[in-house]
């Protein structure tokens, strides 16, 4: 592979990039062998043993015993072991050997390097280098280092071209979409925090609220489990109520709709600077070559290796047509392996949710029965932040799990190309990840409180666990606080804390293994040529990961956002951070990658689009049916005596007689209020106990209903309309790329016909020649030099 951080000089200074001997030919690829020790001679501690040192001290000892005392007896059981490991290590040796004799043949340069010895010659050179590294002229690397990753310059704009010059297109674009997004989230992150405020600001004014919050209403709520859960006041949930008006206002489905429209707007401003870069970069006419995966040279087959598997060695079987022969696997049984494995996976993930369910009953349960009046008390508050954390690390955990699953499935495909490996797995990893992600979310949002049942008449699951209800306010404050705890614990955990921390903890094991002091470690490290150095980095694993974290993002920004208008602000926060993070470890942290080259982001591309067109839809539902918005409009326009929101909240509430509970359902405390409760109310419409239809559907359910179902239908039209219009309305290409295209097309076709025209001229000025006249020849026959 090339070597990774094989830095371009200015005009000043020495030669570009790492040489061989002779100082003149350049180093393309630097290939690296991991040589396996006999343990018997190894080195506990050290993790930069030098191999010479160790060969001569083996045959010093091999001497001695030779000489002095016979060898003592060993196990031959270990015996047995060091041989097959012995076995091992020439059988790699011999493949080293043959693989390298095949590139020489194809006509490759090699030259060894085995190490380098630590004697006076190395101790005078590592001094001249601390002389004279000061004088050294800047290089990409230390401006990338300098203006790109550091975080005292998060408020500057990447340098794009220079981490295209460096990495290469494919990383340049990623970083490229990655300014481009974190800065179209400025203005989202402006309105949210805008909608958050003015939820805020009216919170005082919201007559359902104050309703719920008046202790003249003097409202017996019914029990909210069955035996421990007693009768309990309406005003109790006041805080609930208040807190759910930050979120739940007219100023969300505003929010609604400008998040959809920017989205539109995000994916056009990104294809207009990506088509500007293609430009730029000289990529408009660039077409990706499809590479296959079952290549026929050992060359392409290390080069797929080193960029897939980052692999020490590669088996291969060479035949006298120098070709490799590699078997590969029928495709169908292992697609349908995948598949039928994915859709476990996915059953998993339901599974774990529904035991986040019954983890929620049970505790609420519980608690109602605990003596503790602090426990007691704050009930709805443990209840719903112990689950979301839980759903955090179940998350976590699982997001690990699902990515190295999603890999080996791709595996067993035997996809026949590079860019159908990278989909594949890309579409496993993505399916997987957000299924695990969004889960608890999709049922809090649309599933929670919706098949309940009534008192005296409740759904049961697994025996005696009643399906959960929502809080009088509704689900969407626990929707929010889901969102707000997963997003935030994903982005500070698993994409800061992880990529900050893991490097950090495995170059510490390093040092630990290492029996030098920092002043030899430091010495060390000035004999090292930049390839050795660059061995010791980590290996990098790809854009993968990298675009996921954000796709994952992307989702929680758009998607739910009705629910939680702050999403965006924490997403900005998170990228500025992320932005400078990611350039700090392309520079520092791991290997230089192979450069390659991209006209766009692939795939990625078309998963934020049916992103962005899916976000309609969910916060469609989510505003009709998880929000009071629709139950409030319906009410102040038809049923409200006065027009207003007064009432509204008796409206909403039903009326069971206690005399209708089921046997064994009953609460065990009765009197908890103080008195003897006859009728307690719940949240629904259903008709009364003393009706001729008890308990039944009422016709304000329909009517509500009905207007859900008719503001889902137009939302979601009107909000695409929208934004098919502004996908109209903005050109993919700018105009002055569209000109200069169009004027480079013109000077082409103009030299295509001066240079047609130039040729019929010379085509017209044989064939006006004269048969009988003779022909001018040269004077001599030698050839001429031109």
């Known amino acids: 592979m090339p070597s990774p951080h094989d830095l371009p000089t200015y005009e000043a200074g020495p030669k570009q990039g790492p040489t061989f001997q002779d100082g003149q030919r350049r180093v393309d690829y630097v290939l690296t062998y991991h040589i396996q020790k006999p343990q018997s001679f190894r080195r506990k501690t050290s993790h930069f043993g030098d191999y010479r040192i160790l060969r001569s001290l083996r045959r010093s000892l091999s001497m001695m015993r030779g000489r002095d005392t016979p060898p003592p ?11 097959r490991l012995d076995y091992h290590e020439d059988d790699k040796r011999f493949r080293q050997t043959e693989f390298e004799d095949n590139l020489r043949e194809m006509g490759l340069e090699l030259e060894k390097d085995e190490g380098v010895s630590y004697d006076v010659v190395e101790r005078i050179n590592l001094f001249i280098r601390k002389a004279t ?59 949210g925090a805008i909608v958050f405020l003015y939820g805020c600001a009216t919170v005082d004014n919201d007559i359902p609220s104050m309703e719920i919050c008046d202790p003249r209403n003097n409202i017996t709520m019914c029990p909210l489990c069955d035996r421990a859960c007693s009768y309990w006041k309406l005003k109790t949930a006041c805080g609930t109520a208040r807190a759910s008006h930050l979120f739940d206002n007219p100023a969300t489905v505003f929010f609604s709709i400008f998040m959809a429209l920017w989205a539109a707007m995000f994916m056009e401003h990104w294809k207009r600077r990506q088509m500007r870069l293609n430009y730029i970069w000289d990529l408009t006419g660039f077409e990706e070559e499809e590479v296959s995966l079952c290549p026929y040279t050992t060359a392409c087959l290390l080069l797929y290796v080193c960029s897939y598997f980052s692999l020490d060695y590669v088996l291969i079987t060479l035949f006298q047509e120098k070709k490799v022969k590699l078997t ?28 986040v369910i019954l983890y929620r009953i049970s505790i609420k349960a519980a608690l109602h029965m605990s003596s503790n009046p602090t426990a007691r008390t704050n009930i709805r508050a443990t209840v719903k932040g112990t689950a979301a954390v839980i759903n955090l690390v179940i998350i976590i955990i699982m997001d690990e799990v699902y990515g190295a699953l999603a890999r080996w499935l791709t595996l067993l495909e035997v996809p026949k190309t590079d860019k159908s490996f990278e989909e594949r797995l890309i579409i496993k990893t993505f399916v997987l990840k957000f299924a695990n992600a969004f889960s608890p979310i999709v049922y809090l949002a649309f599933f929670r409180g919706r098949m309940v049942g009534r008192p005296g008449d409740y759904v049961y699951v697994i025996g005696s666990y009643r399906m959960e209800e929502c809080a009088h306010a509704g689900c969407l404050m626990e929707l929010c606080i889901q969102l707000c705890i997963t997003m935030l614990g994903k982005q500070l955990i698993q994409n800061n804390l992880f990529e900050i921390g893991i490097p950090k903890i495995k170059k510490l094991i390093r040092r630990r293994k290492s029996d030098m002091d920092s002043q030899q ?46 999403a965006p602000l924490f997403a900005l926060l998170n990228n500025i951070i992320e932005i400078r993070l990611d350039a700090k470890k392309f520079v520092t942290e791991v290997r230089r990658p192979i450069a390659a080259r991209a006209k766009d982001i692939g795939i990625w591309y078309n998963l934020l689009r049916g992103l962005s067109k899916v976000a309609v839809i969910v916060n469609a539902f989510v505003i009709s049916f998880t929000s009071d918005f629709i139950p409030r409009l319906v009410y102040q326009y038809m049923y409200s005596p006065d027009g207003s929101m007064h009432g509204f909240v008796n409206h909403t509430l039903s009326y069971f007689n206690v005399s209708d509970f089921q046997p064994g359902t009953a609460p065990l405390q009765p009197m908890h209020l103080g008195y003897e409760v006859q009728i307690c109310r719940y949240k629904d419409y259903r008709e009364t106990p003393w009706s001729n239809t008890p308990y039944d559907l009422s016709k304000e359910f329909w009517a509500i209903l009905a207007c859900r179902l008719a503001f889902v239908v137009v939302f979601q039209n009107v909000v695409m309309l929208m934004s098919d219009f502004v996908d109209w309305l903005i050109p993919d290409i700018p105009k002055d790329i569209s000109l200069q295209i169009h004027k480079e097309k013109v000077l082409m076709v103009e030299l295509f016909m001066k240079e047609e025209e130039g040729k019929k001229l010379l085509r017209d000025s044989h064939a006006n020649q004269s048969p009988l006249q003779p022909r001018s020849r040269p004077a001599s026959h030698t050839p001429s030099n031109c």
Request: glycine share 6%; charged share 15%; with cysteine.
């Open 521 to 566: 470690q430091e010495d060390y490290n000035m004999t090292l040529q930049r390839h050795e150095k660059d061995h010791f980095l980590g290996p990098f694993v790809g854009l993968s990961p990298e675009y996921m974290e954000m796709i994952i993002q992307f989702g929680m920004v758009t998607l739910f956002v009705a629910s939680f208008p702050l």
């Open 133 to 191: 590294m000061l004088f050294y002229p800047l290089l990409s690397c230390q401006i990338l280092y300098d203006e790109w990753a550091s975080y005292s310059v998060f408020y500057k704009y990447q340098p794009i071209g220079l981490i295209r010059k460096y990495f290469g297109e494919k990383i340049g674009l990623y970083f490229a979409w990655l300014g481009v997004y974190t800065q179209m989230l400025i203005p989202a992150a402006i309105v």
């Open 328 to 355: 590969c696997t029928d495709r169908a049984p292992a697609y349908m392996t995948g598949l039928f494995t994915m859709l476990i996976m996915v059953g998993v993930t339901f599974a774990v949710v529904f035991g």
């Open 73 to 83: 007896k060993e196990d031959p059981e270990v015996a047995a072991h060091k041989h």
